[in-house]
């Protein structure tokens, strides 16, 4: 059983981001320049945005984070993305989700400008990314993608069982995993709350990407030897005996599913430091689009 070590491979492509951040400056270029806006007070949202940034320092970006409070009414938010649309000095940005119940998210996603929606949730770019045209891949399936790329996961002609469908994770996950090309070439299966019979499918199984948020959902008897897994849970469980009074939690029963895999994620340390790493590498490009322009 070999560890997909997400943690180590971010690191990595963190160094070769940096890299290329110390070739542009030596060529006196600017550097890659990432925003994110977050509406609120959520701990997790807090903390995944507080990671963003703290990794653009490391790789030698600039970043802007916007906090605006839990109250910002939509035409607030709005207004705040068009400011980041208009400046020229931003690459790419985010807008944190979930947003709160005031704001219509279709809306805030929809006035994302495409060249900066390094998230890749505009339609534009999410619809380029089925249509296998260049755009920008979500950082989480990208992620997943590169750690499969990095340790020679063989996917083609394999059955992938994805579990559930959002938006971010699991619906682009469905449809690069049967894209034309590595990875990708698979067979694909796409679970969620409506599959009946979960058992009979995860175990037919060559791969599964879990991205449902239920803690241990997947046991070792709902899956078959020599299965590759990539754990995308994070939730946070209730734990005295940690400092915070949580521990964080994937899908997948760690201890005895890793008995029978070939390859899988841990959580923390597997699937989570890719989606930042790979933002960073989203806003490289972002850079590296406008510039030719
Ligand atoms: N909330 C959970 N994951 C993500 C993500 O990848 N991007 C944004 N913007 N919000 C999220």
Redesign the pocket.
Known sequence: MTILDGKKVSNDIKDEITEQVTKMKARGERVPHLA?IIVGNDGA?LT?VGSKVRACERVGFESTLVKMSSTTSEVELLDKIKELNNNSQIDGY?????LPDQIDTQKVLLAVNPDKDV?G?HPTNFGKMALDMTTFI???PFGILELLDRYGVETSGKHTVVIGRSH??GRPMSILMGRKGFPGNSTVTLTHSHTKNITQITSQADIIISALGVPNFLKAEMVKDDVVIIDVGITRVADDTKEKGYRITGDVDFVNVSKKASYITPVPGGVGPM?IAM?LKNTLLACERHRKK
Request: charged share 5%.
């Open positions: 994110a949202s995944y985010i807008v944190q989700l979930p998230d949730f979500p950082a989480t971010i994770v989606t933002l």
